[in-house]
Each structure stands twice: as C-alpha cells, then as structure tokens.
C-alpha cells in the first residue's frame, strides 16, 4: 500500500522559508515522478514543482521558479520542498504526490497516489 505523508507546514510570516517533507513508502518509485502540488481556497490544485525519482530532473511552476526547490532523498524514500521567500499569496494546503514519469511534467490526471496535505500559511 502506497504512502506519502507530509510534513512541515505552518503559520509563517512573509519573507521566510520552510521545508516540506514528504515521506514515500509501499513500492519502488524507480520510474515515476514525484511533486508536489496545493491548493488555496476556492482555487484548482495546481502543480507547484515535480521531479523524476531516477534522474532528479526538475520542474517549476512559473510562482515558483527562483524560490522553490525541490529534491528527493533516494535512501531515505523522501521528496522534499524548500520554500524560500514565502508571499501570503503561497498560502494554501501542499500536496505530495507521484504517478509514473510519463510526458514532460506531473500533471493531476497522471497523478496515482496522494497524500493529504500539509498546511502552509503565510502572514503579511
């Protein structure tokens, strides 16, 4: 049974950084791509960053290029966000998610497993 918990997200003010965490179990992910998505209120779950499990390839949504970076600890089964120069417009639950690395970037119908978020808030 496949597993991804998260972890790491809290009340924070704007201008800070925090990491994510996200901690995969229940198969191999040699093949697939992990990412991690959010969603603010009212608003679509959209991807905010994805990389393959193999080669540590990565890709960012526009909002997060420059500020997010995303790696993955291949002996620890952990994907994880560093989120730097938070806005409160990055408000929102993040979610880690995988699917196999099929196309270019992870998107929500390639999506096979979820996790059910982590909390990040951000005060102005």
């Known amino acids: 049974q496949v597993q991804l918990v998260e972890s790491g997200g809290r009340l924070v003010q704007a201008g800070d950084s925090l990491r994510l965490s996200c901690a995969a179990s229940?198969?191999?992910?040699?093949?697939?791509?992990m990412g991690w998505f959010r969603q603010a209120p009212e608003k679509e779950r959209e991807l905010v960053a994805c990389?393959?499990?193999?080669?540590?390839?990565?890709y960012y949504a526009d909002s997060a290029k420059g500020r997010f970076t995303i790696s993955r600890d291949s002996a620890e089964n952990t994907v994880y966000l560093q989120m730097n120069s938070l806005k409160p417009e990055d408000t929102a639950a993040y979610y880690c998610?995988?699917?196999?690395?099929?196309?270019?970037?992870?998107?929500?119908?390639?999506?096979?497993?979820w996790g059910k978020g982590t909390l990040v808030t951000v005060s102005s």
């Open positions: 998610a995988t699917g196999p690395s099929i196309g270019r970037i992870l998107t929500r119908s390639g999506v096979y497993y």
């Open positions: 990389i393959t499990w193999n080669e540590g390839n990565a």
């Open positions: 229940g198969r191999t992910f040699s093949g697939y791509r």
